[in-house]
């Protein structure tokens, strides 16, 4: 799918918008739950994924699905690769 397709798909930007609200809370609850285990892995971008939910969730009306877009498709992959990177 490409950026023009994104943005006239109301339910898959829906889907990636929740998605993305699901890593930051993920992200969230490490950091609540596990604050050492956050200090050890710098590499994770832990407040830029919370403060993405957070502008995601509280944004309403607000959200720029071209600055979803980028995110997915500069920030994500780098973030997958990191947490990929931990697994056994």
């Known amino acids: 799918m490409d950026e023009p ?3 006239s798909h109301r339910l ?3 889907a990636v918008v929740r998605n993305l609200e ?3 809370e ?10 050492s285990f956050v ?3 710098p590499e994770i971008p832990w407040a830029s994924a919370i403060g993405n939910r957070n502008y995601l ?7 720029s699905y071209t600055a979803v877009w980028n995110t997915v498709q ?7 690769a990191a947490i990929a990177a931990l697994l056994p």
């Open 39 to 41: 200090e050890a892995h």
């Open 12 to 14: 898959v930007q829906d």
């Open 22 to 24: 699901i890593i930051g």
């Open 57 to 63: 969730s509280h944004g309403y009306f607000n959200v």
């Open 5 to 7: 397709e994104f943005l």
């Open 74 to 80: 500069l920030h994500l992959p780098g973030l997958r």
């Open 26 to 35: 993920a992200c969230n609850n490490v950091r609540k739950h596990d604050p």
